[in-house]
């Protein structure tokens, strides 16, 4: 199957593109490489080495004998990626190719609207390029659970069946984002299923919980081949930041109480949902959701099963509690459904199955590069203003 892989060279991008390319697939990968200058501007570069993608690719056929197409531009530029779908002609487009991060969305006016821009117009140019150029291909693209929040009730996969005044409906699953970042995605959605709907597209939207890991079967055939690990307070996550941190012997960070539950997912599960997802499409003119995830902690617990699973290491840190620089609820309800991948034959893999052995050892091996400075958070959801209204308001 001829598979094109947005957001190439990315954390998740570039290890799908070599476990499709592994499985037999025609693959080439697309990107901009904008994650690189973003990275260099907040000087949050990843702990283990990355190399360019023409390097990788060039070690991908080296060490394996498979080649890897790549197309370098903007998603955001239709005449591009018009002529990438018209000569590759894609049978499957995964879709990881999106600015990825809540905090950055959330820094300032120019970020929130790059964000939203780049998101929203980049995906609508595919859908578009779709519609003339390859109108039966799958489209995977990776949603996110924030698109929910945190309702009080169980969060369904993608759609509800609701009943009002008599009458009974299903409809798309309440969107209640938790930053400008979130809400790319929510309008994501939105054009994704108005666009499979009038023009029989069809659409798998993957609402993933937080990944994890360092290392897939096929990164792990060479260090050249390694991914981004990012611990920083933009494009890291709450794992990553409290792994680096035991590691290092800072006290581990939790925002609030730590009451925010989310669901989690091992990379290599992440690769295998979009095979699944790809070997398994929607007939034309369906937008569908999954919501792909295995486990879900909360913020404390995470941190708590770091600092046990650290001190086999070798590692003893303490916890802190930081006041949250995010607005959200920190103690809540939270039972979204995950049945549709584990049908598909999803198998999922712990962390306690690679937390140790994988995470914390591959971190200790690179701890030289940990830097400090980049750990704690700066980014506030509230703005000053916000917090005077709120204090004066609680006051009166």
Known sequence: MRILVLGGDGYLGWPTAMY??????????????????????????????????????????????????????????????????????????????????????????????????????????????????????????????????????????????????????????????????????????????????????????????????VATDESELDPRLATSFHYDEVFGTALNRFCVQAIAGIPLTVYGKGGQTRGFLNIRDTLRCVELSILNPPPAGEYRAFNQFTEMFSVLGLAEIVQHEARKLGFSVEINHLPNPRVEAEEHYYNPRHEKLLNLGLEPRLLSDVLVDSMLVTIRDHAHRIRREVIMPHVKWANASEAAVKACASVS
């Open 20 to 213: 499709l390319s592994a499985r037999d697939h025609e693959v080439a990968v697309l990107d901009n490489f904008s994650k690189r200058a973003w990275e260099l501007e907040l000087n949050a570069q990843p702990l283990i080495p990355v190399s360019t993608l023409d390097h990788r690719v060039r070690t991908w056929q080296e060490v394996t004998g498979r080649q890897l197409a790549s197309f370098v531009g903007d998603l955001c530029d239709y005449g591009f990626v018009r002529g990438v779908l018209r000569d590759f002609q894609p049978e499957a487009i995964v879709h990881f190719g999106e600015q990825p991060s809540a905090p950055f969305s959330m820094m300032d006016q120019y970020r929130c609207v790059m964000t939203q821009v780049n998101n929203i117009s980049g995906t609508l140019n595919i859908l578009w390029a779709m519609r003339e150029h390859a109108p039966a291909a799958h489209l995977v693209k990776l949603g996110t659970m924030g698109e929910y929040g945190t309702p009080n009730i169980d969060i369904e996969e993608g759609f509800i069946e609701i009943e009002y005044k008599g009458r009974k409906d299903v409809l798309p699953y309440p969107k209640q984002a938790g930053s400008f970042y979130h809400l790319s995605k929510v309008h994501d959605s939105h054009n994704i299923t108005f666009a499979c709907k009038v023009w029989k597209l069809r659409s798998t939207d993957l609402h993933q919980g937080v990944v994890y890991g």
